[in-house]
Protein backbone atom coordinates (compact mmCIF):
# COMPACT_ATOMS: atom_id res chain seq x y z
CA UNK A 1 0.00 0.00 0.00
CA UNK A 2 1.32 3.68 -0.76
CA UNK A 3 2.38 5.14 2.50
CA UNK A 4 1.07 9.00 3.62
CA UNK A 5 4.62 9.24 6.30
CA UNK A 6 7.41 10.37 5.20
CA UNK A 7 10.11 8.78 3.29
CA UNK A 8 12.98 10.47 5.72
CA UNK A 9 12.75 10.99 9.02
CA UNK A 10 12.49 14.64 10.70
CA UNK A 11 13.16 17.19 13.60
CA UNK A 12 9.21 16.96 13.79
CA UNK A 13 9.23 13.29 14.60
CA UNK A 14 10.54 13.67 17.85
CA UNK A 15 7.87 16.59 19.16
CA UNK A 16 4.84 15.22 20.91
CA UNK A 17 2.03 14.07 19.01
CA UNK A 18 -0.35 15.67 20.93
CA UNK A 19 1.11 19.10 20.44
CA UNK A 20 1.18 18.90 17.13
CA UNK A 21 -2.25 17.83 16.51
CA UNK A 22 -3.25 20.73 19.10
CA UNK A 23 -1.18 23.16 17.21
CA UNK A 24 -2.81 21.86 13.74
CA UNK A 25 -6.33 22.52 15.16
CA UNK A 26 -5.06 26.12 15.98
CA UNK A 27 -3.77 26.67 12.55
CA UNK A 28 -7.41 25.52 10.52
CA UNK A 29 -9.37 27.76 12.94
CA UNK A 30 -7.47 30.77 12.32
CA UNK A 31 -7.02 29.65 9.06
CA UNK A 32 -10.77 29.82 8.61
CA UNK A 33 -11.70 32.72 10.46
CA UNK A 34 -8.51 35.13 8.27
CA UNK A 35 -10.00 36.79 5.57
CA UNK A 36 -7.37 38.75 4.42
CA UNK A 37 -5.16 37.75 1.48
CA UNK A 38 -1.72 38.68 2.37
CA UNK A 39 -2.59 36.74 6.00
CA UNK A 40 -3.51 33.63 3.74
CA UNK A 41 -0.44 34.65 1.35
CA UNK A 42 2.01 34.64 4.21
CA UNK A 43 0.65 31.08 5.61
CA UNK A 44 0.63 29.34 2.56
CA UNK A 45 4.78 30.76 2.56
CA UNK A 46 5.06 29.41 5.47
CA UNK A 47 3.52 25.97 4.63
CA UNK A 48 5.95 25.59 2.01
CA UNK A 49 8.60 26.80 3.79
CA UNK A 50 8.18 24.19 6.61
CA UNK A 51 7.73 20.86 3.47
CA UNK A 52 11.79 22.81 2.33
CA UNK A 53 12.53 22.61 5.77
CA UNK A 54 13.78 19.06 6.32
CA UNK A 55 15.29 18.82 2.60
CA UNK A 56 14.30 17.89 -1.07
CA UNK A 57 13.22 14.02 -0.97
CA UNK A 58 10.76 15.37 1.65
CA UNK A 59 9.40 18.23 -0.33
CA UNK A 60 8.80 15.89 -3.25
CA UNK A 61 6.75 13.60 -1.17
CA UNK A 62 4.65 16.51 0.41
CA UNK A 63 3.43 17.86 -3.08
CA UNK A 64 2.89 14.07 -3.57
CA UNK A 65 0.46 14.03 -1.32
CA UNK A 66 -1.40 17.15 -1.55
CA UNK A 67 -1.29 16.56 -5.63
CA UNK A 68 -5.09 15.39 -5.13
CA UNK A 69 -6.16 18.61 -4.61
CA UNK A 70 -5.33 19.65 -7.76
CA UNK A 71 -8.76 19.04 -9.90
CA UNK A 72 -10.77 21.61 -7.06
CA UNK A 73 -8.24 24.16 -7.47
CA UNK A 74 -8.53 24.22 -11.33
CA UNK A 75 -12.64 24.24 -10.66
CA UNK A 76 -12.32 27.41 -7.66
CA UNK A 77 -9.69 29.24 -10.16
CA UNK A 78 -12.37 28.49 -13.30
CA UNK A 79 -15.17 29.73 -11.36
CA UNK A 80 -13.68 32.97 -9.93
CA UNK A 81 -11.96 34.08 -13.12
CA UNK A 82 -14.84 33.49 -14.40
CA UNK A 83 -17.04 35.48 -12.16
CA UNK A 84 -14.12 38.07 -11.87
CA UNK A 85 -14.08 37.69 -7.76
CA UNK A 86 -10.21 36.92 -7.81
CA UNK A 87 -9.39 38.26 -4.25
CA UNK A 88 -12.10 35.73 -2.85
CA UNK A 89 -10.86 33.13 -4.99
CA UNK A 90 -7.09 34.00 -3.82
CA UNK A 91 -8.26 33.63 -0.61
CA UNK A 92 -10.71 30.48 -0.27
CA UNK A 93 -7.86 28.56 -2.63
CA UNK A 94 -4.83 29.91 -0.26
CA UNK A 95 -6.99 28.84 2.30
CA UNK A 96 -7.52 25.32 0.95
CA UNK A 97 -4.40 24.09 0.36
CA UNK A 98 -2.84 25.90 3.37
CA UNK A 99 -5.16 23.85 5.84
CA UNK A 100 -4.67 20.51 3.71
CA UNK A 101 -1.06 21.05 3.53
CA UNK A 102 -0.70 21.47 7.34
CA UNK A 103 -2.36 18.71 8.08
CA UNK A 104 -0.43 16.21 6.00
CA UNK A 105 2.27 17.73 7.45
CA UNK A 106 1.29 16.61 10.54
CA UNK A 107 0.40 13.21 9.21
CA UNK A 108 3.79 13.03 7.43
CA UNK A 109 6.09 13.44 10.83
CA UNK A 110 3.80 11.62 13.02
CA UNK A 111 4.48 7.68 13.64
CA UNK A 112 1.41 5.47 13.59
CA UNK A 113 2.12 4.44 17.36
CA UNK A 114 2.61 7.90 18.52
CA UNK A 115 -1.13 8.75 16.45
CA UNK A 116 -2.50 5.48 18.52
CA UNK A 117 -0.89 6.58 21.78
CA UNK A 118 -2.36 9.98 21.76
CA UNK A 119 -6.20 7.93 21.11
CA UNK A 120 -5.58 6.46 24.15
CA UNK A 121 -4.75 9.03 25.79
CA UNK A 122 -7.93 10.88 24.84
CA UNK A 123 -10.02 7.50 25.73
CA UNK A 124 -8.34 8.10 29.76
CA UNK A 125 -11.68 9.18 30.76
CA UNK A 126 -13.45 6.73 29.13
CA UNK A 127 -11.55 4.08 31.45
CA UNK A 128 -11.86 6.07 34.44
CA UNK A 129 -15.39 5.91 34.54
CA UNK A 130 -14.77 2.02 34.13
CA UNK A 131 -15.54 1.30 30.71
CA UNK A 132 -13.20 -1.18 28.83
CA UNK A 133 -11.22 0.76 25.88
CA UNK A 134 -9.68 -2.73 24.89
CA UNK A 135 -12.59 -3.19 22.65
CA UNK A 136 -11.55 0.02 21.00
CA UNK A 137 -7.99 -1.04 20.55
CA UNK A 138 -8.39 -4.80 19.54
CA UNK A 139 -10.52 -2.94 16.65
CA UNK A 140 -7.90 -1.06 15.50
CA UNK A 141 -5.61 -3.48 15.39
CA UNK A 142 -7.88 -6.02 13.54
CA UNK A 143 -8.71 -3.13 10.53
CA UNK A 144 -4.93 -2.63 10.29
CA UNK A 145 -4.66 -6.34 10.17
CA UNK A 146 -7.68 -7.57 8.01
CA UNK A 147 -8.12 -4.23 5.24
CA UNK A 148 -4.55 -6.11 3.71
CA UNK A 149 -6.07 -9.51 3.74
CA UNK A 150 -9.54 -8.51 2.93
CA UNK A 151 -7.92 -6.55 -0.23
CA UNK A 152 -6.42 -9.98 -1.19
CA UNK A 153 -9.15 -11.75 -1.57
CA UNK A 154 -11.23 -8.92 -3.20
CA UNK A 155 -8.78 -8.76 -6.03
CA UNK A 156 -8.44 -12.73 -6.22
CA UNK A 157 -12.59 -12.73 -6.47
CA UNK A 158 -11.89 -10.06 -9.59
CA UNK A 159 -9.25 -12.48 -11.07
CA UNK A 160 -11.52 -15.01 -10.95
CA UNK A 161 -13.98 -12.91 -12.87
CA UNK A 162 -11.66 -11.68 -15.52
CA UNK A 163 -10.29 -15.36 -15.89
CA UNK A 164 -14.36 -16.25 -17.05
CA UNK A 165 -15.78 -13.40 -18.43
CA UNK A 166 -14.35 -11.10 -21.11
CA UNK A 167 -16.22 -7.87 -19.40
CA UNK A 168 -15.12 -5.80 -16.47
CA UNK A 169 -16.18 -7.33 -13.03
CA UNK A 170 -19.60 -6.23 -12.09
CA UNK A 171 -20.91 -5.17 -9.04
CA UNK A 172 -22.22 -9.08 -8.51
CA UNK A 173 -18.57 -10.14 -6.83
CA UNK A 174 -19.60 -7.77 -3.84
CA UNK A 175 -21.88 -10.11 -2.52
CA UNK A 176 -19.19 -13.12 -1.92
CA UNK A 177 -16.78 -10.54 -1.03
CA UNK A 178 -19.12 -9.26 1.74
CA UNK A 179 -19.68 -13.10 2.61
CA UNK A 180 -15.78 -13.71 3.12
CA UNK A 181 -15.47 -10.60 5.40
CA UNK A 182 -18.52 -11.91 7.75
CA UNK A 183 -17.24 -15.69 7.66
CA UNK A 184 -13.68 -13.73 8.77
CA UNK A 185 -15.43 -12.08 11.52
CA UNK A 186 -17.00 -15.15 13.13
CA UNK A 187 -13.55 -16.98 12.82
CA UNK A 188 -11.78 -14.44 14.58
CA UNK A 189 -14.74 -13.94 16.98
CA UNK A 190 -14.11 -17.80 17.80
CA UNK A 191 -10.60 -17.14 17.98
CA UNK A 192 -10.90 -14.80 20.83
CA UNK A 193 -13.48 -16.69 22.84
CA UNK A 194 -10.92 -19.70 22.66
CA UNK A 195 -8.26 -17.67 24.37
CA UNK A 196 -10.46 -16.29 26.80
CA UNK A 197 -12.39 -13.16 25.03
CA UNK A 198 -11.82 -9.81 25.92
CA UNK A 199 -12.44 -11.00 29.80
CA UNK A 200 -8.83 -12.31 29.54
CA UNK A 201 -7.08 -9.11 28.41
CA UNK A 202 -5.25 -7.27 30.56
CA UNK A 203 -7.29 -3.16 30.48
CA UNK B 1 -19.35 -9.10 22.51
CA UNK B 2 -16.41 -10.81 20.54
CA UNK B 3 -18.76 -11.12 17.84
CA UNK B 4 -19.64 -7.49 17.78
CA UNK B 5 -16.38 -5.98 17.82
CA UNK B 6 -14.94 -8.54 15.07
CA UNK B 7 -17.93 -7.71 12.75
CA UNK B 8 -17.42 -4.02 12.95
CA UNK B 9 -13.66 -4.28 12.69
CA UNK B 10 -13.84 -6.31 9.54
CA UNK B 11 -16.47 -3.87 8.35
CA UNK B 12 -14.61 -1.16 8.69
CA UNK B 13 -11.63 -2.79 6.90
CA UNK B 14 -14.39 -4.07 4.66
CA UNK B 15 -15.19 -0.56 3.65
CA UNK B 16 -11.27 0.61 3.22
CA UNK B 17 -10.97 -2.83 0.37
CA UNK B 18 -13.82 -1.08 -1.27
CA UNK B 19 -12.81 2.03 -1.96
CA UNK B 20 -9.15 0.04 -2.70
CA UNK B 21 -9.88 -2.77 -4.75
CA UNK B 22 -9.67 -1.87 -8.72
CA UNK B 23 -12.98 -0.19 -9.82
CA UNK B 24 -15.76 -2.01 -10.31
CA UNK B 25 -18.67 -1.43 -13.03
CA UNK B 26 -22.02 -0.47 -12.65
CA UNK B 27 -25.11 -1.61 -14.21
CA UNK B 28 -24.90 0.63 -18.06
CA UNK B 29 -20.92 -0.23 -17.47
CA UNK B 30 -20.23 3.10 -15.06
CA UNK B 31 -17.21 2.41 -13.40
CA UNK B 32 -16.98 3.73 -10.11
CA UNK B 33 -15.21 3.01 -6.44
CA UNK B 34 -17.64 1.26 -4.07
CA UNK B 35 -16.58 2.72 -0.94
CA UNK B 36 -19.75 5.02 -0.46
CA UNK B 37 -21.76 1.35 -0.92
CA UNK B 38 -19.78 0.02 1.35
CA UNK B 39 -21.04 2.86 4.12
CA UNK B 40 -24.60 1.88 2.83
CA UNK B 41 -23.99 -2.25 4.02
CA UNK B 42 -22.34 -0.74 7.03
CA UNK B 43 -25.92 0.43 8.19
CA UNK B 44 -28.26 -2.19 5.97
CA UNK B 45 -26.51 -5.11 7.17
CA UNK B 46 -24.60 -4.11 11.05
CA UNK B 47 -27.79 -1.92 11.99
CA UNK B 48 -27.52 1.87 12.90
CA UNK B 49 -25.78 1.73 16.28
CA UNK B 50 -22.75 -0.94 15.05
CA UNK B 51 -22.94 0.23 11.80
CA UNK B 52 -22.18 3.95 12.58
CA UNK B 53 -19.01 2.85 15.12
CA UNK B 54 -17.79 0.67 12.08
CA UNK B 55 -17.55 3.92 9.94
CA UNK B 56 -16.35 5.61 13.00
CA UNK B 57 -13.75 3.41 13.17
CA UNK B 58 -12.58 3.70 9.76
CA UNK B 59 -12.54 7.27 9.59
CA UNK B 60 -10.47 6.76 12.78
CA UNK B 61 -8.21 4.95 10.94
CA UNK B 62 -8.17 7.60 8.26
CA UNK B 63 -7.64 10.52 10.53
CA UNK B 64 -4.28 8.51 11.87
CA UNK B 65 -2.48 8.48 8.57
CA UNK B 66 -3.74 5.18 6.87
CA UNK B 67 -4.32 5.47 3.23
CA UNK B 68 -8.07 3.96 3.16
CA UNK B 69 -10.40 6.17 1.65
CA UNK B 70 -10.95 5.86 -2.46
CA UNK B 71 -7.75 6.08 -4.12
CA UNK B 72 -5.89 5.57 -1.72
CA UNK B 73 -6.01 8.81 0.17
CA UNK B 74 -6.23 9.34 4.11
CA UNK B 75 -4.63 11.08 6.96
CA UNK B 76 -5.47 14.81 8.46
CA UNK B 77 -5.46 16.67 5.36
CA UNK B 78 -8.93 15.32 3.74
CA UNK B 79 -10.51 16.44 7.14
CA UNK B 80 -9.62 19.87 5.47
CA UNK B 81 -10.21 19.16 2.12
CA UNK B 82 -13.28 20.21 0.09
CA UNK B 83 -15.35 16.62 0.44
CA UNK B 84 -14.64 16.48 4.33
CA UNK B 85 -18.26 17.03 4.84
CA UNK B 86 -18.93 13.71 3.18
CA UNK B 87 -16.49 12.19 5.85
CA UNK B 88 -18.28 13.80 8.82
CA UNK B 89 -21.72 12.50 6.86
CA UNK B 90 -20.48 8.92 6.80
CA UNK B 91 -21.01 7.94 10.57
CA UNK B 92 -24.54 9.60 10.24
CA UNK B 93 -25.26 8.12 6.92
CA UNK B 94 -24.58 4.43 8.14
CA UNK B 95 -26.88 5.73 11.14
CA UNK B 96 -29.74 6.85 9.55
CA UNK B 97 -29.79 3.77 7.25
CA UNK B 98 -29.16 1.75 9.72
CA UNK B 99 -32.60 3.22 11.33
CA UNK B 100 -34.64 3.24 8.77
CA UNK B 101 -33.87 -1.02 7.95
CA UNK B 102 -34.01 -2.19 11.58
CA UNK B 103 -37.66 -0.13 11.92
CA UNK B 104 -38.93 -1.18 9.00
CA UNK B 105 -39.63 -4.84 8.96
CA UNK B 106 -42.64 -5.12 6.56
CA UNK B 107 -42.25 -6.57 3.39
CA UNK B 108 -39.18 -7.19 1.47
CA UNK B 109 -35.90 -6.77 2.88
CA UNK B 110 -34.32 -5.50 -0.66
CA UNK B 111 -37.09 -2.66 -0.69
CA UNK B 112 -36.54 -1.21 2.81
CA UNK B 113 -32.30 -1.39 2.52
CA UNK B 114 -32.39 0.21 -0.67
CA UNK B 115 -35.00 3.13 0.62
CA UNK B 116 -32.90 3.54 3.93
CA UNK B 117 -29.89 3.46 1.57
CA UNK B 118 -31.22 6.55 -0.67
CA UNK B 119 -32.60 8.41 2.63
CA UNK B 120 -29.57 7.55 4.97
CA UNK B 121 -26.67 7.17 1.93
CA UNK B 122 -28.00 9.86 -0.31
CA UNK B 123 -30.27 12.24 1.26
CA UNK B 124 -28.20 12.69 4.47
CA UNK B 125 -24.61 12.27 3.07
CA UNK B 126 -25.00 14.81 0.79
CA UNK B 127 -26.39 16.94 3.09
CA UNK B 128 -22.93 16.61 4.89
CA UNK B 129 -20.97 16.31 2.10
CA UNK B 130 -22.66 19.57 0.01
CA UNK B 131 -22.23 21.94 3.66
CA UNK B 132 -18.93 20.91 3.64
CA UNK B 133 -17.66 21.54 0.05
CA UNK B 134 -20.14 25.11 0.33
CA UNK B 135 -18.05 25.80 3.48
CA UNK B 136 -14.36 25.16 2.28
CA UNK B 137 -14.66 26.76 -0.98
CA UNK B 138 -16.55 29.49 -0.21
CA UNK B 139 -19.51 28.73 -2.11
CA UNK B 140 -23.43 28.68 -2.00
CA UNK B 141 -25.25 25.90 -0.97
CA UNK B 142 -26.73 26.16 -4.45
CA UNK B 143 -23.32 26.16 -6.31
CA UNK B 144 -21.90 23.28 -4.08
CA UNK B 145 -25.20 21.33 -4.89
CA UNK B 146 -24.92 21.97 -8.58
CA UNK B 147 -20.82 20.73 -8.79
CA UNK B 148 -22.37 17.59 -6.41
CA UNK B 149 -24.95 16.31 -8.12
CA UNK B 150 -23.46 14.67 -10.90
CA UNK B 151 -22.31 12.12 -8.86
CA UNK B 152 -26.15 11.19 -7.43
CA UNK B 153 -27.30 8.90 -10.39
CA UNK B 154 -24.21 6.84 -9.22
CA UNK B 155 -24.97 6.70 -6.18
CA UNK B 156 -28.78 5.75 -6.83
CA UNK B 157 -27.38 2.88 -8.65
CA UNK B 158 -25.29 1.79 -5.58
CA UNK B 159 -28.47 2.27 -3.09
CA UNK B 160 -30.33 -0.41 -5.31
CA UNK B 161 -27.53 -2.65 -5.23
CA UNK B 162 -27.22 -2.06 -1.30
CA UNK B 163 -31.10 -3.39 -1.05
CA UNK B 164 -29.99 -6.46 -3.31
CA UNK B 165 -27.10 -7.65 -1.58
CA UNK B 166 -28.48 -6.93 2.22
CA UNK B 167 -31.23 -9.42 1.23
CA UNK B 168 -28.75 -11.92 -0.46
CA UNK B 169 -26.63 -11.68 2.74
CA UNK B 170 -29.81 -12.30 4.80
CA UNK B 171 -30.42 -15.85 3.18
CA UNK B 172 -26.58 -16.26 2.87
CA UNK B 173 -25.30 -15.80 6.63
CA UNK B 174 -28.11 -14.83 8.34
CA UNK B 175 -26.96 -14.60 11.58
CA UNK B 176 -24.55 -12.24 10.86
CA UNK B 177 -27.19 -9.49 9.22
CA UNK B 178 -27.57 -7.46 12.48
CA UNK B 179 -30.27 -4.98 11.51
CA UNK B 180 -32.61 -7.99 11.41
CA UNK B 181 -31.44 -10.39 14.20
Redesign the interface.
Known amino acids: MISLTSPVRTRAHDWPAGLKLAALCVATVLLFKAQNLWVHAGAFAGMLALYHLPGPVFFRAGLRALKVLWPFVVMLAIYHLVTWTPYAGGVILLRMVTAVGLATLVTMTTQLSDLIAVVRWLATPLRAVGLKTTYLETAIALVIRFTPVLLAKGTKLIDAWRARSPRRPGWRIILPFTVLALDDADHIAEALRARGGFDAMET | ?3 N ?10 V ?3 G ?3 Q ?4 F ?1 V ?1 IT ?1 QS ?1 GIM ?1 CGT ?1 LGAKRGALSVL ?2 L ?2 VA ?5 LA ?12 TAGFLVGFPIAAFVTGLITETWRKGSLAVSAGVASVIGGIVVLYLFGISGFAL ?4 TMGEATV ?1 MAAFIPGDILKAA ?1 AGM ?1 TA ?2 AK ?2 PA ?1 VLSRA
Do not use: C, D, N
Open positions: MEKVTLIALFAALAALLIPIALPGPALLVLFLLLGLPLGGRGGLGVFTSPVTGKVILALARS
